[in-house]
């Protein structure tokens, strides 16, 4: 997934915004993340990517596709892990 990629899909906030984020602001704990436009906030699939991004290292992030991610986590929601807020970013339509 490249830099404009979207990491939170419930707020819409892109992997550049995550990582300028890390660099400009220091968080101590990756929870700080959330304060990076609510990332993490919302169902909670993309905490574990939050926490990536915040370790500075190498990402899964850096091999999924968009296609891959959005897949996965559509079957985290169907599976009932959690719950996107209104306006989130859609599940794919297509079967999974
Ligand atoms: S994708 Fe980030 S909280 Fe749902």
Redo the contacts with the bound molecule.
């Keep these: 997934m490249d830099l404009d990629a979207k990491?939170?899909?419930?707020?819409h906030?892109t992997r550049r915004k995550l990582v300028n984020f890390v660099r400009q602001r220091k968080p101590k704990v990756a929870s700080q993340l959330s304060e990076c436009g609510?990332?993490?906030?919302?169902?909670?699939?993309?905490?574990p990517f939050?926490k990536q991004i915040f370790a500075q290292g190498d990402t899964e992030l850096e091999t999924l596709t968009p296609e891959e991610y959005a897949k996965r986590?559509a079957e985290y929601i169907k599976s009932g892990k959690?719950t996107?807020p209104p306006g989130?970013?859609p599940l794919p339509t297509d079967p999974v």
């Design positions: 990491v939170c899909y419930c707020f906030v609510g990332a993490g906030t919302g169902c909670g699939w993309c905490i939050l986590r959690g996107p989130a970013t």
